[in-house]
């Protein structure tokens, strides 16, 4: 199998638990705690991931540390408007609107970086809205 594929179904039964496991925790704690709690333990699991491959930390070009940076603020900001819907709405809602994160990222590449999309880009698109708006309501 493609190790793309590989990496991206780990990543998505490891999100799948994150998503089911950050509903619990924020049953009984404030979402911004179990947001930092999750965080920290997630640096630590992409440190020893880091070290285990023996990357530089700064790489090669300093302006990737701004985008970096930025990445973080971005994820920073959905991750506790997501731990806040967790808490106060239905997992299963909160993920799966969350979860529509690639249209946006979809939509800032064909704006921002000039990518055309093809029609199988925008039929997926469109389903998934659908899917969602299904899944949500």
């Not at 199998?1 to 509903?23: E, I, K, S, Y």
């Not at 704690?29 to 440190?47: D, L, R, T």
């Not at 491959?53 to 997501?82: K, N, Q």
């Amino acid at each position: 199998m493609n190790q793309v594929v590989v990496l991206a179904l780990v990543g998505a039964v490891a999100w799948g638990f994150w998503a089911l496991l950050a509903d619990v925790a924020t049953r009984s704690m404030p979402p911004e705690v179990a947001m930092i709690i999750s965080y920290a333990v997630a640096i630590g699991v992409a440190g020893v991931y880091a070290w285990y491959r023996g990357t530089a930390f700064l790489g090669s070009d300093p302006t990737a540390l701004w985008f970096a940076g930025l990445a973080g603020v971005a994820s920073g900001v959905g991750a506790v408007a997501y731990y806040a819907a967790l808490q106060i709405g239905s997992a299963g809602i909160a993920t799966t609107i969350t979860a529509m994160y690639f249209v946006v990222a979809a939509a800032l590449g064909f704006l921002l970086f000039g990518n055309a999309p093809e029609v199988s880009d925008l039929a997926g698109i469109a389903a998934a809205v659908v899917a969602v708006t299904l899944i949500a309501y």
